[in-house]
């Protein structure tokens, strides 16, 4: 890795932190802030067989973890859109991440390993049947997005990008986040309303 | 209050009439002209309609119901748990609306699918103010109708006088969420304060207290 371009992210993760305003909680999260920490997760059983935490993780620049799940409509618009970007995006040192905390049978493991084989999932897909991680982010519904930076503060969160339908989406929050960042910028945009189907908190 | 049935003999007997208030002879499933309503402020027994709206139509309907309390029910045919949970609000309006609920369904599908909408209104029965946003499931939706989770499904409810006084909606950080009984709780709690504030007025007062400081507005 690019220890130059490493630290580069690095200064745009600290610029978020010393800009973020130290508030209760987003404008559309009551549990986060922009330039908080970013919670970690541990053990999470993946698609792929095996078991992930978030420090497996930590050589990545930028960490992009996505909750979302099988069954919502919104979120299976979203697949291929999450597939291109991580495949765009891996090479560059950026890690997407999909967590799954919803425990109905079309959302559990054999399912999600279904779906992730028919739509060639190119990222970790991690089932947490606690659901802290989502609570722990203040996670409303599926497809919500949380941008973290080198140091692990939650950089941009929100929506993935300003559409549902793929042909219409203009404004692409995540892909200009991670793109700022990488360049040693804040970015542009740090919050924009999530949008799907609420998660299914038991 | 006035219910027509659109059945042959009233009219054959009062065409005139009854082609005045928009009932069609013959009794088809013609929709309304958008905004038509009877004394009661419901639309007729029997039809269900669908109206394209953005906040102002919304503001006007809520307007239209003021003096009662009003149930919204955000929801959208994509969403699953919304439409398994849609037969309570029709059956909140069955039970209530006599005791003087209003209820409106605002629907987050995209305008181009109106028909499918109607279709499962009209299978649930949904003779209360159907809204369909303008904008569909994207932002502009949760926007304008204050969904700040982003997500539905969402429930508002409205005191006599127009103020939002409880929201239903996701939450993270809470040990249980909202429940089908919680809404109708509510809904009940406000059809007695409406009541009781005629025979009493400190009475009321004292139960407007209350109500500001049970709203969860999220």
Known sequence: MNRGHFAVTLAACLAVLVFSVAGLAGDFNSKVSVGDPGAGFKNLAGVDGKSHSMDDYKSAKVLVLCFTCNHCPVAVAYEDRFVEFAKAYKSKGVQFVAINVNNLDADKLPAMKKRAEEKGFNFPYLYDPSQESARAYGATCTPHLFVLCPERKIAYMGAFDDSNNADKATKLFVKDAVDALLAGKKPPVTETRQRGCSIKYD | ?218
């Open chain 2, 1 to 218: 209050m006035f219910r027509f049935r659109c059945s042959a003999l009233p009219c054959v007997m009062s065409a005139a009439l009854i082609a005045g208030l928009g009932c069609q002879p013959g009794g088809g499933q013609s929709s309304l002209p958008a905004g038509s309503d009877q004394a009661s402020g419901d639309t007729p027994a029997g039809q269900v309609t669908v109206r394209i709206a953005d906040r102002q139509v919304y503001e006007g309907v809520l307007a239209k119901h003021r003096g009662k309390p009003i149930l919204v029910d955000f929801w959208s045919t994509w969403c699953v748990p919304c439409t398994e949970q849609f037969p309570h609000t029709v059956q909140l309006h069955a039970k209530y609306a006599a005791s003087g609920l209003a209820v409106i369904s605002v629907s987050l599908d995209e305008p181009s699918d109106e028909a499918r909408v109607k279709t499962f209104l009209e299978k649930q029965g949904a003779t209360f103010d159907n809204l369909l946003s303008k904008w569909g499931g994207d932002d502009p939706s949760f926007e304008n109708f204050d969904i700040r989770t982003g997500t539905i499904p969402h429930y508002k409810l409205y005191d006599r006088d127009g103020k939002l006084v409880e929201t239903f909606t996701v939450d993270p950080a809470a040990d249980k969420q909202f429940t089908a009984a919680d809404i109708e709780r509510s809904v009940r709690k406000l059809l007695q304060l409406a009541s009781w504030r005629g025979s009493s007025p400190q009475l009321g007062r004292a139960l407007d207290l209350d109500q500001s400081k049970r709203a969860r507005l999220f």
